[in-house]
């Protein structure tokens, strides 16, 4: 009769993986309950619930069709032809991604165009910074197309743009959708843009709900049901890509060659973008650079101009440091337990980055609170002290949602560069007596230095120019730039609100400009691809080995 074996205990590798993705992703648990907690407590703002629905019905509707137009064309007219000054006009696309959506309205704003406070406004807006997103994934599918279906295609007697449209636009729909797909969660997320301009979609709701009713649970309810429409969302685009996983990874000498446009095809090949670019960011930045020179010499520069570019410094540096370190330990926790549960305890740990900055903030701020007095009553009653806030009331909150948002970003910077090392190395050290700290720290952190520069770009620049979250749970004094340019912009105080908006736009341009340079039209070749995901994925395949 054998013995029993023991239950094999869990590694400790495995244990702290799981462990901090609970501390992490735990609190986005409480948004459900909050129907069970407080039952019925959004129904005393059910007058807000039917123009969520239709605005944000509206937005993803409109955005959707106009980032799928614009953003697919562009990339079919850069593979498929050429045309002088492709190939850096092809990269001169990209820069729209590091104008804000709200900085743009800032633009319209002050310039009074016409009927732009409304849904088709808010639309235009989304649709000409967010289709980038669009372009980038449809482009690296399209260039990595072989030109074998396609000529198969002309030697049945089709014309080529029609075989583009019969054979290389289908090839390309997963990658497509997945560039939709983030667009518009993007636009889900948004809360600037459409306060700016009087659209009432969810996030516009939360913020009413929260900060001109004070309640919470309400607050809560309406996160969840804006966490629903994202998650329908990205089912619907799982289910309309079905079962589709097109890649065929041509070699370099497989691919299409593009066709030589001349004449006034080959003029509105270069002017047509050029124009864009030009709309969408010489134009504000123009703009905005003269604002901010009028507002400097006529003394209009608001006196909380330094407080508050400190604290976006501050702020997003911290944050740099602080979640990428996250990530490199939770990268080391999947690599080294080598289990599944670690693997998905780090996806979940990820999810925060699909989810909009005041649902993150909704939902950090109860189990923060409830820390809080559970501290203070601590506090009181064994030292006699009164410690105040000190999670809901300071930075740590901010921090504690920037984990959680931002990750992802991190993370997909991070275990690209890790998976790129070899295990053998892992082993050598550890056999040479080296114990898993010393392995991190002088085998994988150096050879990972490209991956964790790239991430901790990523982490300043979105920290740098996010708005909802720190709008919601900010200290008092704790206004950063992005918060200085809605405040300025909602009291159509315009050349108050350029200076700051300016230095969001030329510091959003780094992470783009990082992703140029890493990224080239072979191996490197952003490869995104395959599903809605988030600027991890973008960058993932943009960081070299």
């Known amino acids: 009769m054998g013995l029993i074996p023991a239950p094999r205990r869990p590694e400790r590798a495995t244990v702290l993986t799981v462990l901090c993705a609970v501390l992490i992703a735990g609190p986005l648990i409480g948004l459900p309950i909050s129907f069970i907690v407080a039952p019925g407590e959004i129904s005393k703002f059910s007058g807000y619930l039917p123009e969520a629905v239709e605005a944000t019905a509206v937005l993803v509707v409109g955005v959707g069709l106009g980032t799928l137009v614009l953003g697919t064309s562009l990339a079919a007219l850069v593979s498929f032809c050429d045309f002088p000054g492709r190939s850096w006009i092809e990269w001169v696309l990209v820069l729209p991604l590091a104008v804000p959506g709200y900085v743009f309205t800032l633009f319209a704003l002050g310039l009074d165009v016409p009927h732009v406070r409304s849904h088709l406004g808010a639309i235009c807006i989304f649709t000409l910074v967010l289709y980038p997103y669009v372009y980038l994934l449809a482009r690296s599918s399209f260039l990595s197309q072989s030109r074998t279906l396609l000529e198969a295609a002309r030697g049945l007697g089709m014309s080529r743009r029609r075989a583009i449209v019969r054979i290389g636009l289908p090839l390309a729909r997963p990658a497509i959708l997945g560039g939709v797909a983030l667009a518009l969660m993007e636009t889900l997320a948004d809360f600037g843009t459409v306060n700016l301009l009087g659209v009432r979609t969810f996030t516009d709701a939360i913020y009413r709900v929260w900060f001109n009713a004070f309640d919470r649970e309400a607050a809560m309810q309406f996160a969840t049901l804006l966490v629903s429409v994202t998650l329908m969302l990205l089912l619907l685009e799982r289910l309309a890509r079905g079962r589709a996983r097109f890649h065929q990874g041509a070699s370099r000498g497989d691919l299409l060659p593009p066709v030589r446009l001349h004449g006034i095809a080959a003029v509105a090949a270069v002017v047509g973008p050029l124009a864009l670019v030009g709309l969408v960011v010489v134009a504000p930045v123009a703009q905005l650079g003269v604002w901010s020179v009028q507002s400097i010499q006529d003394g209009?520069?608001?006196?909380?101009?330094?407080?508050?570019?400190?604290?976006?410094?501050m702020l997003s540096g911290m944050s740099a440091l602080f979640i990428p370190f996250v990530a490199l330990g939770l990268a080391y926790g999947v690599r080294?337990?080598?289990?599944?549960?670690?693997?998905?305890?780090?996806?979940?740990?990820?999810?925060?980055?699909?989810?909009?900055?005041?649902?993150?903030?909704?939902?950090v701020i109860v189990p923060l609170a409830w820390v809080d007095h559970r501290l203070g009553d601590a506090a009181g009653s064994l030292f006699g002290i009164d410690l105040g806030l000190l999670f809901t009331g300071t930075v740590i909150g901010l921090f504690c949602a920037y984990l959680v948002r931002f990750l992802a970003l991190a993370w997909g910077a991070v275990e690209s560069s890790m998976l790129r090392i070899p295990a053998e190395l892992d082993d050598a050290a550890r056999g040479l007596g080296a114990d898993r700290l010393d392995v991190v720290a002088r085998v994988h952190v150096p050879l990972m230095r490209t991956g964790l520069?790239?991430?901790?770009?990523?982490?300043?620049?979105?920290?740098?120019?996010?708005?909802?979250a720190t709008l919601l749970l900010r200290p008092l004094d704790g206004d950063t730039l992005a918060v200085a340019v809605w405040?300025?912009?909602t009291e159509s105080l315009f050349e108050t609100a350029a200076l700051p908006a300016l230095l969001i736009v030329l510091v959003g341009l780094v992470p783009v400009a990082l992703m140029i340079k890493l990224s080239g039209r072979g191996g490197a070749e952003l490869e995104a691809a395959q599903g809605a995901g988030s600027w991890a994925e973008v960058e993932r395949e943009a960081v070299p080995a």
């Open 300 to 313: 209009l520069l608001a006196p909380e101009f330094a407080s508050a570019a400190r604290n976006s410094l």
């Open 336 to 363: 080294s337990s080598r289990s599944r549960v670690a693997g998905a305890s780090a996806r979940v740990a990820t999810i925060g980055y699909g989810l909009p900055g005041s649902v993150v903030a909704v939902a």
């Open 453 to 468: 520069i790239t991430a901790a770009l990523l982490v300043f620049t979105e920290v740098m120019k996010e708005l909802p």
């Open 487 to 489: 405040q300025a912009t």
